[in-house]
């Protein structure tokens, strides 16, 4: 009896990537959303929905090709030191610094 789907995201400076696999360990479908970042004189920066949005295409294009079942559990892994100040209601107020 299954329990359901394990999704690994990893999101990176050029994108997001979602892996969709079996309990045991077995790759059923993959998916990946593009990242873009704008280089500044401090490093880089892009905006936190950009990297919302590109996560949550990954993880959609990767469900798209596996088969229909339930997701068990969620890993995500990310790059290094990215921050994004947040204001009162939580939402960013500028963009994320890399």
């Known amino acids: 009896m299954s329990l359901g789907y394990l999704v690994g995201l990893d999101v990176g400076t050029t994108g997001a990537k979602a892996l969709v696999s079996t309990a045991g360990g077995q790759t059923l479908a993959q998916g990946h959303a593009r990242l873009d970042w704008q280089a500044t ?3 880089a920066e892009t905006a936190a929905q950009a990297i919302f949005d590109a996560a949550l295409e990954a ?4 469900l798209r090709q596996a088969p229909a079942g339930p997701v068990a559990a969620i890993g995500i892994a990310s790059f290094a030191e990215s921050s ?4 009162d ?3 960013p107020v500028g963009p994320v610094i890399a």
């Open 84 to 87: 994004v100040l947040l204001g």
């Open 89 to 91: 209601t939580g939402e």
């Open 41 to 43: 004189r401090w490093g």
């Open 59 to 62: 993880v959609r294009r990767a």
